[in-house]
């Protein structure tokens, strides 16, 4: 490396760049060239001081000479508690350029959604899902890069970023092939820990080999920076010394020559032994010195502004350091001259950046950590008095009150409860989590104590059901929950536990809790038990279950919501247990309120949650009432969809609807549905219990649509296999699993396996052949080595199915007697099934039953109706099988 300074670098801190520029100023050319390419994201990684910030000025300078829209924003040490302010930096800027109905326009349906998010409009009442506030930030930015092309965002100080701009910028960074824009992220290595480091990963995966590594400066590039600063004059000794002290860090580098040149120091051999006590005034504790030496009003002056950390004004650092304006003037000139502070890049900063900066973050965090304790604490305190009285709210004092020290202040923690519902009205749980955990430690009055717990353990219900279960469990212990909400914290508890697989222990919880609450409490209460062992499918639930929950349910009319839930229970219980399908409508229609759900029990009330409804619609959907069924899953997706939850409960809703198109025969479009379940599901957890609906019902359908390979490799990839959930999952795990061993040649196994299936049943009383099909199923595998017993369960299939009443469970029973039976018998009983089938609303069974009739009777007639079915429901396998018999046999009619 030469001693020239490149022609092009605008910074001191650019020596030895060349190659990292060329690199940024390459991204930026592709981008430029082609409003169509695909996005990059480069990331440049490197220790403080290295150039990292000097490195995101130089590819802003260059993209803004290329004609880009530059947005930037950058982390801070102090700011990391302080939810989506990255984001904020970067999008706020454009979207309060544009008129309020432009910004409704460009986030769309996402505006109520991202829009509190970002402080463009107020959050509404109900808590955001981070998820669906995720997802609405990057359709947000999507929009604007279109509008703003070509597009450059400089992320600095990645690794001080709050969690949730980290989320965002994962999620974002996954969809830069379908968006023209470069995103340039700097971030020291280390630092950062839990699910921020995570997101930073994911934000390093995604830039793949774009990851610029930023390294000291080499003696040569020390030597010519030296005498570019001081002169030509300098010796080689001197620039030696120089690398020496700074191990070749640019940032000291540039302050050490700066402090060389005020001092007036000779750049010479002689002079190099001075050299590192210059350099340890720059630093630390000699900053601090330094500081100290400008007097007290400045150092005060200095504190202050490092505790704001961001919009730093001098009016507003006097009134945090309580002293007068003319004396915060006068402080502000020092430590400017002093290379401490100084008026923020016109080109780079934000509309609420203030008028100073520090220097560097290193300076910033030097000074911070040069407070005394107890100074800290409470200027951090006055700053959120300062902040409150400025009317930005709780949340953006509450950064300030988790650092002040406990002190059985009871106003601060009202401050900080009010703090948390900002926060999870914007979709911040952790930073919520935070102030909760806080305030405890004030504490709260004893009758204040358990509603904190109890609201630490809502905040953290979705993010952490381990911990929330922990919270509720010691509020419900202590005194001071009452009444309604007693039984609500019981409930959170139930649905914490549930959420972490300890269902068993969620039943006994409300029903111990259902013993000491009267009247309507009690009622909820046990509707909710019921819920959860209705939904458990293991084999202990309360004695008499069924008969206690049809007794109560009788007594109901549906007058409230609590009644609603039990009659809802009492027809997903029935169906299940393959009672008249008639009655279960029956006793389902009488939950509803002129035809639909009632007021407080909708897809996005919390009181009951999703289960309860998804059992609804799951009777309906059994009893061949599929347009109801349907109705009410579509009705889950749109709202799911328009209140962006888009975790979890939009997964389960994605799934249903599949198993909506599944039920009807529409294989195509149940595809596209359990995919998209899928893909929500794997970002929520493996293993859970919406994981298992999206995956045992695409296995389903490929079964059905004749892909065994492709079931078969779904299975492997995504973990089908015992062991299963501990709640309920339709279709039934083990009679799919069951179906798909067989296809793939391992009858004995796939026999097991349904022989399992058959057990768990039973234990449950869940007689319904459609709901667990195993007894089909597996009298077909048992046709060929035991046509005895295979007989018996077709007839007990035949029995179960006429008891139910419905077409679909009669049509498939018969399906299953006609394959045991040849001749004439066969022909008939097949004759029969197709005739059930086609007055079901199950159109893919109708098409097996009619290729299978043709089949027997020897009936191209029949063969054809079955084929032209089967093509419309997407069945690739029965459409071959047909095609193949019309074309291999003879004698057909």
């Given at each position: 490396m030469t001693e020239e300074r490149p022609a092009d670098a605008a910074s001191a801190s650019l020596w030895e760049r060349?190659?990292?520029?060329?690199?940024?100023?390459?991204?930026?050319?592709?981008?430029?060239?082609?409003?169509?390419?695909?996005?990059?994201?480069?990331?440049?990684?490197?220790?403080?001081?290295?150039?990292?910030?000097?490195?995101?000025?130089?590819?802003?300078?260059?993209?803004?000479?290329?004609?880009?829209?530059?947005?930037?924003?950058?982390?801070?040490?102090?700011?990391?508690?302080?939810?989506?302010?990255?984001?904020?930096?970067?999008?706020?800027?454009?979207?309060?350029?544009?008129?309020?109905?432009?910004?409704?326009?460009?986030?769309?349906?996402?505006?109520?959604?991202?829009?509190?998010?970002?402080?463009?409009?107020?959050?509404?009442?109900?808590?955001?899902?981070?998820?669906?506030?995720?997802?609405?930030?990057?359709?947000?930015?999507?929009?604007?890069?279109?509008?703003?092309?070509?597009?450059?965002?400089?992320?600095?100080?990645?690794?001080?970023?709050?969690?949730?701009?980290?989320?965002?910028?994962?999620?974002?960074?996954?969809?830069?092939?379908?968006?023209?824009?470069?995103?340039?992220?700097?971030?020291?290595?280390?630092?950062?820990?839990?699910?921020?480091?995570?997101?930073?990963?994911?934000?390093?995966?995604?830039?793949?080999?774009?990851?610029?590594?930023?390294?000291?400066?080499?003696?040569?590039?020390?030597?010519?920076?030296?005498?570019?600063?001081?002169?030509?004059?300098?010796?080689?000794?001197?620039?030696?010394?120089?690398?020496?002290?700074?191990?070749?860090?640019?940032?000291?580098?540039?302050?050490?020559?700066?402090?060389?040149?005020?001092?007036?120091?000779?750049?010479?051999?002689?002079?190099?032994?001075?050299?590192?006590?210059?350099?340890?005034?720059?630093?630390?504790?000699?900053?601090?010195?330094?500081?100290?030496?400008?007097?007290?009003?400045?150092?005060?002056?200095?504190?202050?502004?490092?505790?704001?950390?961001?919009?730093?004004?001098?009016?507003?650092?006097?009134?945090?350091?309580?002293?007068?304006?003319?004396?915060?003037?006068?402080?502000?000139?020092?430590?400017?001259?002093?290379?401490?502070?100084?008026?923020?890049?016109?080109?780079?900063?934000?509309?609420?950046?203030?008028?100073?900066?520090?220097?560097?973050?290193?300076?910033?965090?030097?000074?911070?950590?040069?407070?005394?304790?107890?100074?800290?604490?409470?200027?951090?305190?006055?700053?959120?008095?300062?902040?409150?009285?400025?009317?930005?709210?709780?949340?953006?004092?509450?950064?300030?009150?988790?650092?002040?020290?406990?002190?059985?202040?009871?106003?601060?923690?009202?401050?900080?409860?009010?703090?948390?519902?900002?926060?999870?009205?914007?979709?911040?749980?952790?930073?919520?989590?935070?102030?909760?955990?806080?305030?405890?430690?004030?504490?709260?009055?004893?009758?204040?104590?358990?509603?904190?717990?109890?609201?630490?353990?809502?905040?953290?219900?979705?993010?952490?059901?381990?911990?929330?279960?922990?919270?509720?469990?010691?509020?419900?212990?202590?005194?001071?929950?009452?009444?309604?909400?007693?039984?609500?914290?019981?409930?959170?508890?139930?649905?914490?536990?549930?959420?972490?697989?300890?269902?068993?222990?969620?039943?006994?919880?409300?029903?111990?809790?259902?013993?000491?609450?009267?009247?309507?409490?009690?009622?909820?209460?046990?509707?909710?038990?019921?819920?959860?062992?209705?939904?458990?499918?293991?084999?202990?639930?309360?004695?008499?279950?069924?008969?206690?929950?049809?007794?109560?349910?009788?007594?109901?009319?549906?007058?409230?919501?609590?009644?609603?839930?039990?009659?809802?229970?009492?027809?997903?219980?029935?169906?299940?247990?393959?009672?008249?399908?008639?009655?279960?409508?029956?006793?389902?229609?009488?939950?509803?309120?002129?035809?639909?759900?009632?007021?407080?029990?909708?897809?996005?009330?919390?009181?009951?949650?999703?289960?309860?409804?998804?059992?609804?619609?799951?009777?309906?959907?059994?009893?061949?009432?599929?347009?109801?069924?349907?109705?009410?899953?579509?009705?889950?997706?749109?709202?799911?969809?328009?209140?962006?939850?888009?975790?979890?409960?939009?997964?389960?809703?994605?799934?249903?609807?599949?198993?909506?198109?599944?039920?009807?025969?529409?294989?195509?479009?149940?595809?596209?549905?359990?995919?998209?379940?899928?893909?929500?599901?794997?970002?929520?957890?493996?293993?859970?219990?919406?994981?298992?609906?999206?995956?045992?019902?695409?296995?389903?359908?490929?079964?059905?649509?004749?892909?065994?390979?492709?079931?078969?490799?779904?299975?492997?990839?995504?973990?089908?296999?015992?062991?299963?959930?501990?709640?309920?999952?339709?279709?039934?795990?083990?009679?799919?699993?069951?179906?798909?061993?067989?296809?793939?040649?391992?009858?004995?196994?796939?026999?097991?396996?349904?022989?399992?299936?058959?057990?768990?049943?039973?234990?449950?009383?869940?007689?319904?052949?459609?709901?667990?099909?195993?007894?089909?199923?597996?009298?077909?595998?048992?046709?060929?080595?035991?046509?005895?017993?295979?007989?018996?369960?077709?007839?007990?299939?035949?029995?179960?199915?006429?008891?139910?009443?419905?077409?679909?469970?009669?049509?498939?029973?018969?399906?299953?007697?006609?394959?045991?039976?040849?001749?004439?018998?066969?022909?008939?009983?097949?004759?029969?099934?197709?005739?059930?089938?086609?007055?079901?609303?199950?159109?893919?069974?109708?098409?097996?039953?009619?290729?299978?009739?043709?089949?027997?009777?020897?009936?191209?007639?029949?063969?054809?109706?079955?084929?032209?079915?089967a093509r419309s429901c997407g069945a690739d396998g029965l459409v071959a099988q047909a095609l193949e018999v019309l074309?291999?046999?003879?004698?057909?009619?």
């Open positions: 060349e190659e990292e520029i060329a690199g940024v100023a390459e991204a930026i050319d592709a981008l430029c060239a082609d409003e169509s390419s695909s996005g990059s994201l480069l990331l440049v990684r490197g220790e403080a001081g290295l150039g990292k910030t000097a490195l995101l000025a130089e590819a802003r300078r260059i993209a803004e000479a290329r004609g880009c829209q530059v947005w930037q924003a950058r982390g801070g040490e102090t700011l990391k508690s302080v939810p989506f302010n990255v984001v904020r930096q970067l999008l706020q800027p454009a979207l309060i350029s544009l008129m309020p109905e432009e910004i409704r326009e460009y986030l769309g349906d996402w505006f109520d959604i991202a829009g509190p998010a970002l402080g463009v409009t107020e959050p509404g009442e109900r808590q955001a899902d981070p998820q669906g506030v995720c997802d609405g930030l990057v359709a947000a930015m999507s929009r604007l890069a279109k509008r703003y092309w070509p597009l450059v965002l400089l992320v600095d100080d990645a690794h001080w970023a709050d969690q949730e701009t980290l989320r965002w910028l994962a999620a974002f960074a996954e969809r830069l092939d379908d968006l023209s824009v470069l995103v340039v992220v700097a971030r020291r290595p280390g630092e950062v820990s839990g699910e921020s480091a995570r997101h930073l990963d994911a934000i390093a995966a995604s830039a793949g080999h774009s990851v610029t590594d930023v390294n000291a400066l080499t003696p040569a590039a020390t030597a010519g920076l030296t005498r570019a600063t001081v002169g030509q004059h300098a010796d080689a000794a001197f620039c030696r010394e120089v690398w020496a002290v700074t191990d070749g860090n640019p940032y000291e580098t540039v302050e050490l020559l700066a402090k060389v040149q005020d001092s007036a120091l000779e750049p010479v051999e002689a002079s190099a032994a001075e050299l590192r006590a210059l350099n340890r005034s720059a630093r630390g504790r000699g900053l601090v010195a330094r500081l100290d030496d400008l007097g007290a009003e400045a150092r005060r002056f200095a504190w202050a502004a490092a505790i704001l950390g961001t919009g730093i004004s001098v009016k507003l650092v006097a009134r945090l350091a309580t002293m007068g304006s003319d004396e915060a003037e006068r402080c502000a000139e020092l430590l400017r001259s002093a290379r401490i502070l100084t008026a923020p890049d016109p080109a780079a900063s934000q509309a609420d950046a203030g008028e100073l900066e520090f220097v560097h973050p290193l300076i910033a965090s030097a000074v911070y950590d040069s407070i005394p304790g107890g100074w800290r604490t409470a200027m951090h305190g006055i700053a959120a008095q300062v902040v409150t009285d400025s009317g930005l709210g709780a949340a953006a004092a509450s950064r300030h009150l988790l650092q002040v020290h406990p002190d059985d202040d009871q106003e601060l923690v009202e401050q900080l409860r009010e703090a948390a519902r900002e926060h999870l009205s914007i979709g911040a749980p952790d930073a919520a989590r935070r102030c909760l955990e806080r305030a405890l430690l004030e504490p709260p009055l004893p009758e204040v104590h358990a509603h904190v717990l109890y609201e630490l353990g809502c905040a953290t219900l979705l993010t952490a059901p381990a911990v929330t279960i922990g919270h509720l469990q010691t509020a419900l212990g202590m005194p001071g929950l009452d009444g309604q909400a007693r039984v609500d914290a019981v409930l959170r508890l139930s649905q914490a536990l549930v959420h972490n697989d300890q269902l068993e222990v969620a039943v006994r919880t409300v029903e111990e809790a259902a013993r000491h609450e009267p009247g309507v409490a009690k009622m909820r209460l046990q509707a909710v038990q019921y819920m959860w062992e209705g939904i458990y499918a293991g084999a202990s639930t309360s004695p008499g279950r069924s008969g206690h929950l049809a007794e109560l349910a009788a007594t109901c009319t549906g007058r409230d919501n609590s009644e609603r839930a039990l009659l809802i229970l009492r027809g997903f219980d029935a169906m299940t247990h393959g009672e008249n399908a008639e009655e279960v409508v029956e006793v389902c229609d009488r939950a509803l309120v002129n035809g639909r759900l009632a007021p407080g029990l909708g897809w996005t009330d919390t009181e009951w949650g999703l289960e309860i409804l998804m059992m609804l619609a799951s009777a309906y959907a059994y009893t061949d009432r599929l347009d109801r069924a349907e109705s009410m899953y579509n009705e889950a997706l749109r709202a799911y969809t328009s209140a962006g939850w888009s975790g979890g409960h939009l997964a389960i809703a994605h799934a249903y609807v599949g198993l909506g198109h599944r039920r009807r025969g529409r294989l195509g479009e149940v595809e596209t549905s359990l995919r998209e379940s899928l893909r929500l599901a794997e970002r929520v957890g493996r293993g859970l219990p919406l994981y298992w609906s999206a995956i045992c019902n695409l296995v389903d359908t490929l079964l059905a649509r004749g892909r065994v390979e492709e079931a078969w490799e779904v299975a492997e990839q995504y973990g089908f296999a015992p062991p299963y959930p501990s709640t309920i999952v339709l279709p039934d795990p083990r009679c799919v699993r069951g179906r798909l061993l067989l296809a793939v040649g391992r009858t004995k196994d796939g026999i097991n396996e349904l022989e399992q299936a058959a057990k768990a049943a039973t234990l449950r009383g869940h007689h319904n052949p459609v709901l667990v099909p195993w007894a089909v199923d597996l009298a077909r595998a048992l046709a060929g080595e035991d046509p005895t017993r295979a007989a018996q369960l077709a007839s007990d299939a035949r029995r179960q199915a006429e008891r139910f009443g419905t077409d679909t469970a009669i049509g498939e029973a018969l399906r299953c007697a006609a394959a045991l039976e040849t001749g004439q018998r066969a022909v008939r009983l097949a004759g029969q099934a197709a005739t059930y089938l086609e007055s079901s609303p199950c159109q893919y069974e109708h098409a097996a039953a009619r290729v299978e009739y043709g089949i027997a009777a020897r009936s191209v007639s029949e063969i054809n109706r079955g084929l032209t079915l074309e291999t046999s003879r004698g057909l009619r």
